[in-house]
């Protein structure tokens, strides 16, 4: 078992809380008002730098493209590098959490993810900066994994929605800093310094971490990785995406052996961990339905999710003539709409439970992509950006919430990677699927032209392949809708689920005063 977790620097004492079902003891940080503040504050870092870095690069497509020379599906790697670097990551990440303790690795990933902004802003092609952007995922997998294992570790009980809420904002906040930033960085300096800017911003996270955060987790189980399972996972992952992309290029043939490789590598993972004495991977945890659902759930949400930023830059870029710094704006109604009811949705989690709130986020992101099927009118591209970060915004706090609270204290490391992985397959496959239908619309050629010129591509004689472009992100975002709305049934029976354990509560309770009486 394992005892201790995160606590602030400067806080001597924290109050010890025994978990029955485990036999282990967690330090709640709620006996200090000043502990858990310190470490919300650098969660909320930790999220500022995540949600700067995922926008930065969001609206600079074009002009990578053109100086880099990169085609459609480059990009989609140049993308998708940091979410592969993080998933690759994920499960070695939860365990060594459990084992070693949080501290050192949330530095050690601050280090990285910063080193890495540098390299990436240096790149000198396209698959150099995938690279660069995968070392930054690595990094990152440490960063939004343990930020929530730490403040899962120290909120007091019945607020972990709102301080999950909280980091939501920030990232938000980051978010639309780096949408709002990264054009003019791009139109007055180029598209390298959206990368060398997070590196100030890095280093001035990993001082204020360093100062204040102390490790006093102290794990007694024998420290073990699972290597062979670590490989089996990420290689299948991998293969299955080089198998999307070889889709796109035309290679059907190739890329079904290696989907069939792919599906082979899963089977031998699952088959390992069920008898590996340390697994990296445990699928005990799965038994559990609110935790299976909430993972289920995250995982259509980000596969609905992941590709509509980046689908709304090409087409504000393409075809309607924006400028970077233009569609940066323009993509600030969904950052504002989900930073605002990402607040909200916590603390409401907080008070009605978190399935009614998923619920309802889910049902208005499937409207929100819907609506955003209107295109080429401006205003219902913009109406479904706030309905659908509305939605967006409701659902994350309290699902991530309900994914937490239903593992034992011992297991929350192994939780919050598996949490970020479903995410980060999610987007990934978000991404291959948007890029898909894009090439089954506009052929890859023509669809890399237009993306490389960018706002130059409406001026020119291209109208017939601008409106074949339109048709194919109507029907990604018609995609999008029906993917977000199938998470809604996963969330309508942990309902279910969590009635039933607010009665049994609510019955002890009144057993328990009885007897007081």
Known sequence: MITGCFVAGGAKEMAGIHDENTGSTSVGGSSLAGGILTVVSIAVLANFISGYNARLAVVGMPNIARDLNADVWGLVWIIQGFMLGSTFVQLVVGRLADIYGRVRLFNIGLLVFTLSAFASGMSSGPYILAFSRFAQGVGGAFLMSLSVTILTDNAPRGTLGRWLGLTQVAWRAGGIIGLTLSGLIIDALGWRWIFLSQVPIGFLALYWSAGRLRESYRPSEKQRVDLMGFALFTSSITTLLVSLTLTGYGYGQASTILLATSIALLAFF?????????PALDLGLFRVWQFTGGIIAQLLYAIGFGATLTLISIYLQVAEGFSASATGLLLVPFELSFLVLGVAGGWLSDILGFAPVTVAGLSLASIGAFIMTGIPSISKLLAGEVVFGVGAGLFVSPNTSSIMT?????????????RA???????MLS?????????????REIATRLVMLGEAASTQQLSVEV???TEALRSSFKLQSLIMALAIPFCVTRMKKQLASSEALATNNKKLDSRNH
């Open 270 to 278: 699952v088959a390992w961990e069920l008898r590996a004495s340390s």
């Open 406 to 418: 239903s593992v034992p204290p011992h297991r929350r490391g192994v939780a919050s990677s598996l």
């Open 421 to 427: 992985l479903s995410f980060n397959i999610g987007f």
């Open 431 to 443: 991404l291959n699927l948007a890029m898909l239908t894009l090439t089954h619309h506009v052929p």
């Open 467 to 469: 409106q074949q472009l």
